[in-house]
């Protein structure tokens, strides 16, 4: 028997599992320390009540033998995903098909599986800084010397260059806005000419939107489709996990249209044939928890969390800002960028700020060479807390002056 020597080649320990290890060896030696966490992009508000009031109903019918459910169709019940195509998309102005959207149990799985529709010999287009599920889910693949890394800096405000002439052209564009771990957006005009290079040179843009509940400005995209042409070159994967506090839940869904042909074949087709063989779909109790988000109530609720994190993340922002350090982000997303003070690396900062005020962020050379020298902070922790972590990181940023 032989492993998968791909894997090898991947850093020892996924990024967020070092940052827990690192603040739980902290706090086991230092019991006292009131450590806060503005690291891992996980919620801490409660199911919004209409969430709830739709789980307990569907666990009351798989209680009963006339309701009860067993194993959920592949690309998800049709009740869901009508309330997608109508509220996500229709309401846009952007026309799709019932069985182009496919439920899952999550963006990141999506990220990581619908490489198994593409040849390995496929060029890949991905952006530093990066979520790393894109590098290291390529890289299990085996396409770790088929990566084009796409540098960004704050010069570009974190939006990658379109490959000129005479550039490698991928096969594979990877883009995420709202950015993680940025927390830039793109414009449509920006968008626009991606599509445009995609379409040209018939490459596929996986676009992750897991962000766009985030956004509040009307020219911001939420969604890669209404970018004219996009239907022709672009699959769109999105979550429920910040849009309505799903990260214990698990449940998204990705949008393969059928205008998608590439090698003569549909991808739509392709990828029902890969979920219908490796996934055996989300849970019914889940799915009825994801419609009830789908109304004018429940849009109501989970837009009260939303604004509770948008108002932390603002107050991060201004905080750090106010304190004489450059930020990026902190709106129409729940990250903050923060550059770092010199005479740190990503690290030795994360170390600091841990050690100093007991306050963790996420280093951004976890995301790529392009992201050292900043530090990654979230807005998803309570007010409170996120008050007294911004006043003790302005403290210490205000010590390094």
Same mark, same amino acid.
């Given at each position: 028997?032989?492993?998968?020597?791909? =894997?090898?080649?991947?850093?020892?320990?996924?990024?967020?599992?070092?940052?827990?290890?690192?603040?739980?060896? =902290?706090?086991?030696?230092?019991?006292?320390?009131?450590?806060?966490?503005?690291?891992?992009?996980?919620?801490?508000?409660?199911?919004?009540?209409?969430?709830?009031? #739709?789980?307990?109903?569907?666990?009351?019918?798989?209680?009963?033998?006339?309701?009860?459910?067993?194993?959920?169709?592949?690309?998800?019940?049709?009740?869901?995903?009508?309330?997608?195509?109508?509220?996500?998309?229709?309401?846009?102005?952007?026309?799709?098909?019932?069985?182009?959207? =496919?439920?899952?149990?999550?963006?990141?799985?999506?990220?990581?599986?619908?490489?198994?529709?593409?040849?390995?010999?496929?060029?890949?287009?991905?952006?530093?800084?990066?979520?790393?599920?894109?590098?290291?889910?390529?890289?299990?693949?085996?396409?770790?010397?088929?990566?084009?890394?796409?540098?960004?800096?704050?010069?570009?405000?974190?939006?990658? #260059?379109?490959?000129?002439?005479?550039?490698?052209?991928?096969?594979?564009?990877?883009?995420?806005?709202?950015?993680?771990?940025?927390?830039?957006?793109?414009?449509?005009?920006?968008?626009?000419?991606?599509?445009?290079? #995609?379409?040209?040179?018939?490459?596929?843009?996986?676009?992750?939107?897991?962000?766009?509940?985030?956004?509040?400005?009307?020219?911001?995209?939420?969604?890669?489709?209404?970018?004219?042409? #996009?239907?022709?070159?672009?699959?769109?994967?999105?979550?429920?996990?910040?849009?309505?506090?799903?990260?214990?839940?698990?449940?998204?869904?990705?949008?393969?249209?059928?205008?998608?042909?590439?090698?003569?074949?549909?991808?739509?087709?392709?990828?029902?044939?890969?979920?219908?063989?490796?996934?055996?779909?989300?849970?019914?109790?889940?799915?009825?928890?994801?419609?009830?988000?789908?109304?004018?109530?429940?849009?109501?609720?989970?837009?009260?969390?939303?604004?509770?994190?948008?108002?932390?993340?603002?107050?991060?922002?201004?905080?750090?800002?106010?304190?004489?350090?450059?930020?990026?982000?902190?709106?129409?997303?729940?990250?903050?960028?923060?550059?770092?003070?010199?005479?740190?690396?990503?690290?030795? =900062?994360?170390?600091?700020?841990?050690?100093?005020?007991?306050?963790?962020?996420?280093?951004?050379?976890?995301?790529?060479?392009?992201?050292?020298?900043?530090?990654?902070?979230?807005?998803?922790?309570?007010?409170?807390?996120?008050?007294?972590?911004?006043?003790?990181?302005?403290?210490?940023?205000?010590?390094?002056?």
């Amino acid at each position: 028997m032989k492993i998968n020597k791909n =894997f090898l080649d991947l850093e020892a320990s996924y990024l967020f599992s070092t940052v827990n290890k690192k603040t739980r060896d =902290f706090i086991a030696a230092h019991p006292e320390a009131d450590v806060i966490k503005l690291s891992i992009g996980d919620v801490t508000k409660p199911l919004c009540p209409a969430v709830i009031e #739709a789980m307990h109903k569907a666990v009351d019918e798989m209680a009963d033998e006339k309701t009860f459910r067993g194993y959920p169709p592949e690309q998800g019940y049709d009740f869901i995903r009508q309330k997608i195509l109508e509220w996500d998309y229709i309401k846009r102005g952007i026309n799709l098909k019932l069985d182009e959207i =496919f439920l899952s149990d999550g963006a990141k799985s999506d990220c990581g599986n619908i490489g198994d529709i593409f040849a390995t010999d496929n060029t890949v287009a991905i952006c530093d800084p990066v979520y790393p599920v894109y590098i290291d889910t390529n890289i299990m693949n085996g396409r770790k010397d088929k990566i084009i890394i796409l540098p960004c800096s704050s010069e570009t405000n974190f939006l990658p #260059a379109i490959p000129e002439s005479g550039d490698p052209v991928p096969d594979i564009i990877y883009l995420c806005f709202p950015n993680n771990p940025t927390g830039t957006v793109a414009p449509k005009s920006y968008l626009k000419k991606w599509v445009d290079y #995609a379409n040209a040179h018939h490459s596929l843009i996986l676009f992750d939107s897991a962000y766009e509940a985030f956004v509040t400005e009307p020219d911001v995209p939420k969604s890669i489709y209404e970018i004219e042409g #996009a239907k022709s070159c672009a699959i769109e994967l999105r979550s429920f996990s910040k849009t309505a506090g799903f990260t214990g839940l698990r449940c998204g869904y990705t949008v393969v249209p059928h205008e998608l042909v590439f090698d003569d074949t549909e991808l739509n087709a392709l990828w029902f044939r890969r979920q219908s063989t490796k996934f055996n779909g989300v849970s019914y109790i889940t799915q009825r928890a994801a419609e009830a988000i789908y109304s004018d109530e429940g849009q109501k609720q989970i837009q009260d969390n939303l604004n509770f994190y948008r108002e932390n993340a603002r107050l991060i922002y201004e905080g750090v800002t106010a304190a004489g350090f450059k930020a990026f982000g902190g709106k129409n997303s729940p990250y903050v960028w923060l550059q770092i003070p010199e005479g740190f690396t990503s690290w030795s =900062f994360f170390d600091e700020l841990l050690e100093k005020c007991h306050v963790v962020g996420t280093p951004g050379s976890g995301f790529g060479k392009m992201g050292e020298g900043y530090l990654r902070l979230t807005g998803f922790g309570s007010r409170d807390r996120t008050k007294e972590a911004v006043e003790r990181i302005k403290n210490i940023l205000t010590d390094t002056l």
